[in-house]
């Protein structure tokens, strides 16, 4: 099945700073999403990008589908950014229906 | 403020026993989501459905889960006998629209089970 992996696996940031998190997958996909879950297990769909580039207030990603990577960037972090950030790519089965497959995540600490 | 609800939060069950989890969507939402979350396999879709209908349940295990919407506020997912590898977080999602058209998924709070 395809990989999906997550860089870097942790990352502590200062509020304030800004960072970039790495998805790369292992083959052509239909679609890739992005996901946080905060500290207490909440889960929140932050973007659904294919290819280009989406922004939502200090985020922001960019897929580049033909080499199979996508960039969630977070910008002026604050402590309420602190999770774990999750990507996911879906392809779509010969048999009907999609397969999503989720990466293992880029824990995040942002401190004051 | 509009929420998906789920319940039990919390359960806690002997191996072998059935276990019921029900998911209320959004009012208006038409597409529900299962997903299960453990340590070791990580978050994995288990199963959607739009309309009330199954569309994919592949990812679920077929012999002793089974996953219906009885009616549009209502999904359940069950697994009978349970092991003590289904022990996990399982969440509920709505949304209004197929994943694939990029609507966004609305989680709820999830149900924790423990099978001993």
């Known amino acids: 099945g395809i990989q999906v992996e997550q860089s870097p696996p942790d990352l502590i940031l200062q509020e304030g700073a800004n960072s970039t998190l790495r998805c790369n997958f292992s083959?052509?996909?239909?679609?890739l999403q992005w996901f946080h879950q905060n500290p207490w297990g909440q889960l929140i769909n932050l973007f659904y990008?294919?290819?280009g580039t989406k922004q939502n207030g200090r985020l922001s990603a960019t897929t580049v589908a033909t080499e199979r990577y996508s960039l969630l960037y977070i910008s002026s972090s604050q402590t309420t950014d602190s999770g774990v950030y999750f990507c996911?790519?879906?392809?779509?089965?010969?048999?009907?229906?999609?397969?999503?497959?989720f990466g293992t995540g880029t824990q995040l600490k942002v401190e004051l | 403020d509009a929420r998906v609800t789920q319940t039990p939060r919390d359960k806690v069950t002997e191996m072998g026993q059935e276990v019921t989890m029900r998911c209320q969507p959004i009012?208006?939402?038409?597409?529900v989501f299962w997903y299960r979350q453990t340590m070791m396999q990580g978050l994995e879709l288990l199963a959607y459905?739009?309309?009330?209908?199954?569309?994919?349940d592949s990812g679920m295990p077929k012999d002793r889960f089974s996953a219906e919407m009885p009616d549009a506020t209502l999904a359940t997912l069950k697994i009978q006998p349970s092991e003590p590898r289904d022990s996990a977080v399982y969440f509920c999602a709505s949304g209004r629209g197929l994943v694939i058209q990029g609507d966004t998924q609305y989680f709820g709070p999830g149900t924790r089970l423990t099978v001993l």
């Open positions: 990008i294919p290819s």
């Open positions: 459905f739009r309309n009330r209908a199954p569309l994919d």
């Open positions: 009012l208006g939402h038409n597409t």
């Open positions: 083959d052509s996909v239909n679609n």
């Open positions: 996911a790519v879906e392809r779509r089965l010969t048999g009907g229906g999609n397969k999503l497959t």
